[in-house]
């Protein structure tokens, strides 16, 4: 029924890079579409009036990956409580990763995923397939049909395939079917049963290191295969800087491939595990000083095209550990929009940048109709006061986890309206 | 963006004293001083007929051992025994704590009991800074080694055995050598004798033996042991896990004594008067031969003597520092 509302947001900074757009407007919806932009339609009549004066009104944030934890680990999380997260963080679209149990590799477990997401009924989820059975890097996954039941993206996740032979297959046969390769890079017998970044502070605490290369040999012999195959790809959640270089470079070359990478590898590094606080246990892990400063880099350079949150969220028990035995990630989803406007405050970039990288862009690299303010299209919206201090605290977090270290930190920029195709999810 | 507070400020009270034993890391050469002559005194007590004294009294100490080890948990009991303190040996082999009990649920019942102090030792690098986070107050915690990260009792009776023998340790250039890459006992060591004013510390390795970056710790780096141990004061060797040949870090033990083994050939480019060390126990032929491990220059069994006065000394003054903490608390009507 209140889909059916005519809503209108009224004075707000709407900014929509997709149009080039950032100017106080008012915003009018109907029927779950945006209809008009700056006078209303004739014969409009608004049910629904938010004000917005004082605010940015941007399309719905598209987060490249975020944990939701079910099936099969509902310990951690589950699809209502983690898009109820996601909302509240302005997310109006989620990607979520194969690595679920069981694993998505077969339409059964996409339909059980969609059916939990239309019964909370809050964020759009959409799944990633599972590149090979049980990602166990041997047997081509049923993509068509995957796709066929809503899978936006194939990966392997962090299980890289053993045999560039079967790798090799999987792109061509995705390649065949224009399907996209999400690759999260990592070589499994560098990686070693390493908890952190192979440097200085890694030395000092005694802890398993990973080096960068556990990164980049996968980027190359990615790279490599996609160029063999031309297949579309995606690079998720980089950490070092010589791997976004690598893409970078691909880019110019022609290569259709495109990178994310999660805000807390913007504004952390290594050295904050000093300490042993496992909230900082991340994997890929948190590299240096001069990693995050290249990352930073490659952001303004158009070299990361999204950023994401890697939301992931864990039970107490998997946190309260010894640093090596505790299970990494954080959750994302409450502060992703926050964490990105420091960048602004920061003055690394503009909010209409901000918001290409957490919308517009991901929205393109996955082939969506949203990530757009256009009139026709579904009314995902996200309306955000990038001026309101606020904190997140174990009590207020939407999210099963309350892992994450910016728990109680002071976060600027906070998230008042959350609207999916033209119904209000969310409202501070 | 997050405040940098020092992590092994924990160790301390809010009047500097220690109330854990975690690491060398971080701490003062006041302090690191203060364990010495302590433990010095301990060792002249326990030449004496009577070997107990009343410091920790009425106290229980928990000696938690998640990682199997007779020489350290022995010489822990025995410390705590000489001062007078009740003892509970407990080895909790990882099936256990595979068994769904973690680390927190273990600490947890074990509180329950009323101890006063814990001394840990876990394959995990950060299991002591874990512990220490997580007991209730006035419950001191030692670490008898965790993971890679720090073996202080270990690297502080070191420590005495060098202050007993050279002195000062200003002029002294010290190697360590071997397997430095997984040695807690290197990391406290370095740690301790910078932060002592030796004059030099070298680490003696293959490049498959060292942590990245190990220079930023304050060491000279040598790859070739023939120059490495040029003018040295003091050899500490380490010792060399046998599961270092199966994972491709080193081609065998032959080799590995040929290149980095302490000979008496090679003990003859360090200074005449040069003392050679091992934290025990010795890999005979791999890291050391026999005749330097049993030669007169070889401070091994001191070692062990001084180990038990170092414990003592650390426990007691952890112990001391939880009292004047939980006093200071009292005072504050908490």
């Known amino acids: ?428 | 963006m997050f405040e940098q507070t020092d992590p092994n400020q924990i160790q301390l009270n809010s009047e500097g004293q220690l109330k854990h034993y975690l690491t060398t890391e971080g701490l003062s050469r006041e302090l690191l001083t203060e364990i010495l002559d302590t433990a010095d005194s301990f060792v002249d007590m326990s030449a004496q007929q009577v070997k107990k004294v009343p410091l920790l009294r009425g106290k229980t100490v928990v000696n938690l051992f998640f990682e199997a080890s007779t020489r350290t948990l022995s010489t822990f009991e025995l410390a705590a025994k000489r001062l007078s303190a009740d003892v509970l040996n407990l080895n909790i082999s990882t099936s256990s704590t595979s068994k769904g009990e973690t680390l927190k649920d273990t600490l947890m019942t074990l509180e329950a009991m009323h101890s006063d102090m814990f001394v840990v030792r876990h394959s995990d690098s950060g299991a002591a800074h874990f512990i220490a986070q997580h007991v209730t107050p006035d419950v001191a915690v030692i670490n008898a080694g965790d993971g890679r990260h720090a073996h202080p009792t270990q690297a502080m009776l070191d420590m005495l055995t060098i202050r007993r023998h050279k002195g000062d340790f200003a002029p002294l250039v010290v190697a360590i050598v071997g397997d430095i890459l997984h040695s807690r006992v290197a990391r406290s060591q370095i740690h301790a004798l910078r932060t002592l004013g030796a004059a030099e510390v070298r680490v003696i390795a293959p490049q498959t033996l060292l942590p990245k970056h190990i220079e930023a710790l304050g060491v000279r780096v040598f790859t070739d042991m023939n120059e490495g141990l040029k003018d040295v004061d003091v050899v500490m060797m380490l010792r060399l896990q046998k599961e270092r040949m199966t994972s491709a870090l080193l081609p065998s033990e032959s080799e590995f004594f040929k290149l980095y083994g302490l000979s008496e050939e090679k003990l003859a480019l360090a200074k005449p008067d040069a003392v050679v060390m091992h934290p025990g126990p010795i890999n005979r032929g791999v890291e050391i031969e026999s005749v330097v491990a049993d030669g007169p220059r070889s401070l091994i069994l001191d070692q062990v003597t001084n180990g038990i006065a170092v414990r003592m000394a650390v426990m007691s003054m952890s112990m001391s520092g939880q009292t004047t903490e939980k006093q200071a608390r009292l005072g504050n009507g908490e």
């Open chain 1, 1 to 428: 029924m209140s889909q059916l509302m005519n809503i209108q947001i009224k004075g707000g900074r709407v900014i929509d890079p997709a149009q080039s757009l950032d100017k106080v407007s008012d915003l009018y919806i109907s029927q779950g579409k945006i209809i008009a932009l700056g006078d209303a339609p004739e014969g409009f009549e608004a049910d629904q009036t938010i004000d917005a004066s004082g605010k940015v009104v941007s399309p719905g944030l598209i987060d490249l990956c975020g944990h939701l934890r079910e099936p099969g680990y509902t310990h951690k999380g589950n699809i209502a409580s983690e898009t109820e997260a996601a909302v509240a963080g302005g997310i109006t679209s989620v990607v979520t990763p194969p690595t679920t149990k069981p694993i998505v590799d077969n339409p059964a477990v996409v339909e059980l995923i969609k059916d939990r997401a239309e019964r909370a009924n809050l964020a759009k989820v959409l799944p990633m397939g599972a590149l090979t059975k049980g990602l166990q890097g041997e047997q081509l996954a049923p993509l068509h049909a995957l796709a066929s039941s809503g899978c936006v993206a194939f990966t392997n996740g962090r299980h890289a395939n053993a045999s560039s032979l079967a790798l090799t297959r999987c792109l061509e046969y995705a390649a065949t079917h224009d399907l996209l390769v999400i690759f999260q890079p990592q070589d499994e017998s560098l990686t070693n049963k390493g908890c952190m970044h192979d440097d200085t502070t890694c030395t000092r605490l005694g802890l398993n290191g990973i080096p960068e290369s556990a990164e980049t040999i996968e980027v190359s012999r990615n790279l490599l295969l996609v160029e063999q195959t031309g297949v579309r790809a995606h690079f998720g959640q980089l950490s070092a800087e010589r791997s976004v270089r690598m893409v970078m470079d691909a880019r110019e070359r022609g290569l259709p491939v495109t990178a994310d990478v999660a805000i807390q590898h913007f504004l952390l590094t290594d050295e904050n595990v000093n300490g042993f606080d496992s909230n900082f246990h991340l994997i890929p892990p948190l590299r240096s000083q001069l990693d995050r400063a290249g990352l930073r880099q490659a952001l303004l350079a158009e070299g990361i095209q999204a950023i994401c949150s890697d939301h992931q969220p864990h039970d107490r028990a998997a946190k309260e550990a010894p640093f090596a035995s505790t299970e990494p990630g954080i959750i994302g989803f409450e502060t992703l929009l926050p964490l990105s406007l420091l960048l602004v405050n920061q003055g690394l970039m503009e909010i209409s940048q901000i918001i290409d990288k957490l919308a517009t862009q991901p929205a393109k690299i996955l082939g969506l109709e949203s990530g757009s303010l256009e009139v026709g299209r579904a009314a995902d919206i996200c309306i955000f006061d990038p001026e309101e201090k606020w904190s997140l605290t174990a009590e207020t977090t939407r999210s099963e986890g309350s892992n994450t270290p910016f728990m109680n930190f002071e976060l600027k920029g906070r998230v008042s309206h959350t609207l999916i195709d033209g119904q209000l999810v969310y409202q501070l």
